[in-house]
């Protein structure tokens, strides 16, 4: 067997692993978060880009 005919079985186990352990990380990680404060440090000066943008954020990472 050469390495053209595996490939694509290579790539599809690979897919499929990482497909399966991704989900069950995500669930472990919101366990932990839930009911705690997350505080998000802005290092540039008040009223800047960088401040709106995180004003911006804050209600869609309130959410989730």
Do not use: C, W
Not at 18 to 41: C, L, N, Q, R, S
């Amino acid at each position: 067997m050469n390495i053209r005919n595996s490939l694509p079985g290579l790539a599809l186990t690979a897919i499929a692993v990482t497909g399966f352990t991704a989900p069950a990380g995500a669930d472990v990680v919101a366990d932990f978060y839930t009911g705690k404060t997350i505080t998000v440090v802005v290092a540039a000066g008040p009223g800047g880009g960088h401040t709106r943008y995180t004003q911006y954020l804050a209600p869609f990472l309130e959410k989730h």
